[in-house]
Nanobody
Framework: QVQLVESGGGSVQPGGSLGLSCSAS????????MGWYRQAPEKQRELVAV???????NYADSVKGRCTISRDNAKHTVWLQMNGLKPDDTGVYYC???????????????WGQGTQVTVSS
């Protein structure tokens, strides 16, 4: 009933920029938290950035000052703009949404399919 579609990502050289987007569709009543996570090879998935419905943001220390998360509540979309990319930023990036479906009294968590970001010279 709810689908997430990620776009963006790709390969860039160190110091480059990339933008990611994640849009949700379906019977959605509201989305509380939207976030981006990443998983590097042989490492656990980790938080990159989150944003609440009120616009409060939180970033991993490793990306502070280089990444910006934003959202459009009406479009059920979250973006992540990444600048000054480093090889350590390489990984699969996933969006995560905590939302309430229409006619539901509980919240559910949904993950995007993941998009690859590779930073290499």
């Amino acid at each position: 009933q709810v689908q997430l579609v990620e776009s963006g990502g790709g390969s860039v050289q160190p110091g480059g920029s990339l933008g990611l987007s994640c849009s949700a569709s379906g019977s959605i009543r509201s989305i509380s938290v939207m976030g981006w996570y990443r998983q590097a090879p042989e490492k656990q998935r980790e938080l990159v950035a989150v944003i609440t419905s009120g616009g409060i943001t939180n970033y991993a220390d490793s990306v502070k000052g280089r990444c910006t998360i934003s959202r459009d509540n009406a479009k059920h979309t979250v973006w992540l703009q990444m600048n000054g990319l480093k090889p350590d930023d390489t990984g699969v990036y996933y969006c995560k949404l905590v939302l309430r479906r229409a006619y539901s009294s509980v919240t559910d968590t949904y993950w995007g399919q993941g998009t690859q970001v590779t930073v290499s010279s």
